[in-house]
């Protein structure tokens, strides 16, 4: 062992000291030379004799040398040097080829990694806490439902009571917080915490002390703990901060300490800068204090095992304790909603990467775009090997020589794949620095139209960079091995015999079939694009049911400034007016929530006469003048009016589907609905409207109940819609100087409808948007390998193309001749193309809407594209083969 | 094929090498391969160039030491001398071939083993 280290050391320090060892050794067999030859003179020889005698005895002075170098030194090493030293001789003289493999490499590898960081970010990475590996998400599916809910503060505080299962319970979420002045609130994002959750994330203080389970009694002082980012962005780390106070909706908590700089939640996307504890605050808080409450469900659950128990003994134990849970944690009041959430399904999945609600929406574009840029980089690295195969066959002769003079055919391969080594680790290294803007560049994309902004971290960890190099050495092969064989087969006599030699046969067919690969990789991701194109362009054009432009949204929250019951609605009555005297101003008024907007609510409606249905219906509370200035028609009977007040007749809108489903045959209006669970809900119908979209765009309108905010709204915040006349950035800067007096202490939001809309097809334009860029590209990246593969032929062939004409070919014949050959690689692979888009494109069905996966027009106009793009690829080589001078083709043979 | 030949021979001349460095004292690489080549009666064909790839191959395990100097014709020549640990080796190889050779030796004799 020893002596093997020891002669490694020595050989890798004679490597290092290559010309000191050489010149050293060419002293020493010198001397050896003269010696034998003074021997052979003293035996009598001629001088040219004895010195002929000594040079065979040695065995010739070249091959000492080299034997000497190979046993002191490290041939593998040596070799591998020289392959990158003549690599990058070839690179140089190359500038042209060079530069478009590297950047093709850079921006195919740049894309993939671009991609996969924020896979990696979004769903890979684990939290910064101790033993992430350990944690569990608990997920509560109801009945029916098509995702997991969310829990109550009631069901966690159950949960955490399992003791003999878990060693700890989280319940968080997100919130912004209001902190500061009330005069000037400052928002700032932090969450709602259990009390056990910094200790079960097994997090350290970097000042004071965190959260703990005695922060979450009932009654214990308002605590919060600050991020470090935020003590040292808000406080300059000023340690008196930590004891201190602050005001959070104008309620005093004191901050008690400062969490690790690492952790920034257990929100993948958002960055927490409070942690504030929902026990002492939410009952301090005075529009929170129903947080505390089962009927609401908020919080997310990430749990610690004790230490052996396997995700599958915690789903076990959990179904059978979960229905006394349940029935402990929601009261009786309560028995519908407790009832579903006592048949809920239960799962139990790997927690160490936190939570986050944009897995939900994002996992499968990305992975979807993820193979798209597979694809990308694969039809890049066709056209590599294409330009790689053209310039073999100009360094046939070369390679010739070298096989012939004796080197080994496995060394000259190994040398030319050094070559493509060094060109895919030059693109890895470009594609870093383009994958940090391009990922940076998507965060950005997704965050369009979202609340707050998503903060993914980025930086490169083990995974992303071993995804780069993986990448690099990959696509190297992937483009490099087929041209490396074929470059070195072929015997040695071959080469010396000079240029008639042509094994150009397979090299242009090898080409032909990559070009054809091309195409149908291309046309895959051109179908693609076109579907997620129209996928956009469907939900754009689609009727919802209102008027999607200028319309106005403003939010209010009266709550927050202290108004309760009939105050609340008279305060937003008030603030109605004030907006309808706007100038500008068409048509305002007021409701719960907005279409596509948050915070649907849905209820069980009962219709008198009727069996009282299972599922729920969803509810809008509104003002009068909802429709007209939504521009939604009313089918029959009339608006709510000023006159609907809380003391009068409870009355009821409802929609065309609503009707379907309840009133087949019947005349709606004057029909009796109540609201099941409710006092005093009964409702007369004294409206039907048209259909309108409600939650989503995707889905057809579902059966909905409208009721007058006066008679049952009382506690929520209010949305204005606002129809516009005018310009509305004019009635933007008059709505916020008129109505945000009004609400000193709670900022109001002013949106547009538009803007809610585009924000709910985020997923979408994301798709639409870099599926098409990547079609451009493929289609781009497609149409010059085809270019490449005809020029390189029109080329080689033009004294081919000299005697034909020379025979009497017209240009025309020529031409054409060119062009079949584009058009047979074309529907090559179209062919090819054309059942994979079909198989494909089932995968990505639910991401589209309103057409089939195998949607006819799209299949035909990307066919089309591709065509078109391809025959204009091939014109220019084709023109030139029609160009050929018969006289001058002929002298060059 | 041809490194398996030289293998088989690297192994033989170290040990060749180790001795006659052993038995003769410190001597240049024309020495080594002098002598190799006149104990055997000349009846090892070396190449001499091969003698360096084996004299390198020992000094950088350690087992010889290499050292400028002066040859008895005023030359300048490197001088190779074994080591105390070449000298440990040489032991072991020199046990190690007797065994070899005398198994090999009774496995070849007219009448070995099997015919008794």
């Known amino acids: 062992m020893i002596e093997h280290s020891r002669e490694l050391l020595a050989r890798l320090r004679s490597f290092f000291r290559k010309r000191e060892r050489d010149e050293d050794f060419d002293a020493e067999i010198a001397t050896h030379l003269e010696m034998l030859i003074q021997e052979n003179r003293q035996r009598g020889m001629s001088p040219e004799g004895a010195r002929r005698a000594a040079l065979i005895s040695i065995g010739g002075m070249e091959q000492a040398k080299e034997l000497h170098r190979d046993n002191r030194s490290l041939p593998q090493l040596e070799t591998f040097a020289q392959d990158i030293r003549y690599a990058l001789r070839t690179m140089r003289n190359n500038p042209g080829f060079t530069s478009v493999a590297v950047l093709s490499l850079a921006l195919g590898i740049g894309a ?69 002045r009330r005069e000037a609130p400052e928002p700032v994002t932090g969450t709602w915490l259990t009390g056990a959750c910094h200790e079960m994330f097994g997090l350290v203080p970097v000042a004071g002390r965190l959260l703990t389970r005695e922060d979450d009694r009932p009654g214990a002082p308002s605590v919060v703990v600050i991020s470090d980012t935020y003590w040292e962005s808000r406080f300059g780390r000023d340690p008196s901060v930590i004891g201190g106070q602050l005001a959070i909706s104008g309620v005093a908590a004191t901050v008690v300490g400062v969490s690790p700089r690492s952790f920034t939640g257990a929100t993948i996307g958002e960055v927490s800068h409070i942690a504030v504890s929902i026990g002492s605050m939410a009952r301090a808080l005075p529009d929170r204090s129903s947080l505390l409450e089962a009927s609401a469900r908020w919080l ?116 030319l794949l050094t070559e493509s080594i060094l060109l895919s680790l030059s693109g890895a290294i470009l594609a870093i620095a383009l994958a940090s803007f391009g990922s940076r560049f998507l965060v950005a994309m997704l965050s369009s139209g979202q609340e707050s902004m998503i903060v993914l971290d980025l930086n490169p960890n083990w995974r992303v960079l071993g995804f780069i190099t993986s990448m690099a050495f990959g696509t190297a092969l992937a483009f490099g091995i087929v041209p490396a064989l ?41 179908i693609g694009a076109g579907l997620f194109l129209r996928t956009l362009q469907n939900l754009r054009s689609l009727d919802p049911g209102f ?277 047979k690689l074309l529907l090559g692979g179209v062919a090819l193309g054309l059942p994979a888009a079909l198989a494909a494109s089932r995968l990505v069905s639910s991401m589209l809407f309103d057409l089939t996966p195998s949607d006819p027009a799209t299949m035909l106009a990307a ?17 030139r083969a029609s160009r050929v001078d018969p006289m001058v083709a002929l002298r060059y043979e | 094929m041809a490194d398996k030949k030289l293998d088989l021979l690297q192994g033989t001349l170290d040990v ?15 020495g080594v391969a002098r002598r190799i080549e006149q104990t055997s009666g000349n009846q090892v064909l070396l190449n001499q160039g091969t003698i360096y790839a084996s004299l390198v191959r020992l000094q950088q395990r350690g087992w010889i030491a290499a050292e400028w100097g002066t040859s008895d014709n005023n030359r300048k020549a490197k001088y190779y001398s074994i080591t105390k640990r070449g000298t440990k080796q040489l032991a072991t190889d020199t046990a190690h071939w007797a065994r070899l050779t005398d198994v090999m030796a009774r496995l070849l004799a007219p009448g070995g083993e099997d015919a008794k």
């Not at chain 1, 997310?300 to 979960?322: C, K």
């Open chain 1, 112 to 180: 993939n990694t671009a991609i996969f960081s924020l896979i990696d970010a979004l769903l890979l990475r684990s939290l910064p806490v101790r033993n992430p590996q350990e944690l569990v998400q608990v997920q509560m599916t109801m009945p029916g439902a098509p995702t997991p809910s969310s829990f109550s503060y009631p069901l966690v505080r159950a949960l955490s009571d399992q003791s003999e299962i878990f060693s700890g319970v989280c319940g968080f979420s997100n919130d912004v917080f209001d902190t500061g």
């Open chain 1, 547 to 823: 008027r999607r432009d200028g319309v106005l949204l403003v939010e209010v929250n009266g709550r927050k400034l202290g108004y309760r019951g009939p105050q609340l609605t008279a305060f937003y009555h008030e603030l109605l007016q004030e907006m309808e005297a706007l100038p500008g101003v068409a048509s305002a008024s007021f409701s719960f929530t907005t279409p596509v907007g948050k915070g649907q609510v849905s209820q069980r409606i009962a219709v008198s006469g009727q069996s009282v249905p299972n599922e729920e219906t969803l509810v809008n509370l509104i003002a009068p003048r909802f429709f007209e200035t939504l521009h939604t028609p009313l089918i029959a009977g009339r608006e709510f009016t000023p006159g609907d007040t809380a003391t009068a007749q409870g009355v009821a809108i409802v929609n065309q589907a609503f009707v379907r489903r309840y009133f087949q045959g019947v005349q709606p209006l004057g029909q009796h609905l109540s609201i099941v669970g409710q006092a005093n809900a009964g409702m007369q119908v004294v409206g039907v409207v048209q259909d309108a979209v409600y939650e989503s765009l995707r889905e057809p309108p579902p059966p909905t109940v409208y009721a007058p905010f006066s008679q049952r709204g009382g506690n929520s915040r209010a949305v204005f819609e606002i129809d516009t006349r005018g310009s509305l950035a004019q009635l933007v800067a008059s709505v916020r100087a008129r109505i945000q007096p009004k609400s000193p202490g709670s900022p109001i939001r002013i949106g547009t409808l538009t803007g809610q809309i585009e924000s709910s097809l985020v997923q979408e334009r994301l798709m639409a948007a870099l599926a098409g860029c990547f079609g451009v590209l493929a289609l781009l990246l497609a149409a010059i390998g085809l270019y490449g593969l005809l020029a390189y032929s029109v080329a080689r062939r033009s004294s081919e193309m000299g005697i034909r004409m020379a025979l009497g070919a017209e240009r025309r014949q020529v031409l054409w001749m060119i062009s079949r050959d584009a058009i």
């Open chain 1, 300 to 415: 997310q659950v990430l749990a610690r095992p004790h230490h052996g128990v396997s995700r599958e003994q915690i789903t076990a134990r959990l179904a059978v304790t979960w229905p006394s849970l349940v029935s402990v944690a929601i009261p009786d009041s309560m028995a519908a909603s407790r009832r579903r959430q006592m048949t809920s399904t239960i799962n139990v999945i790997p927690g160490g990467t936190g939570w986050s609600s944009l897995r939900l929406r994002f996992s499968q574009p990305l992975v979807v775009l993820m193979a798209v840029v597979a694809l990308i980089l694969l039809i890049a690295c066709a056209n590599i090997a294409n330009l790689l195969l053209a310039r073999a066959t100009g360094r046939r002769r070369e390679i010739a020589v070298r096989l012939a003079i004796g080197a080994g055919r496995t060394r000259l391969v190994r040398q």
């Open chain 1, 863 to 879: 066919t089309a594209l591709l065509m078109f793009a391809g025959l204009l690829a091939a014109l220019l080589p084709a023109y």
């Open chain 1, 486 to 526: 074929q470059a070195t087969a072929i015997g040695p006599t071959h080469a010396i015999t000079g240029t008639s030699v042509r094994i150009t046969g397979s090299r242009s067919r090898l080409g032909a079939m990559l070009v054809t690969a091309q195409v149908a990789l291309s046309l895959l991701l051109v």
């Open chain 2, 16 to 30: 060749m090498v180790l001795q006659t460095l052993s038995s003769m004292g410190p001597l240049h690489g024309y």
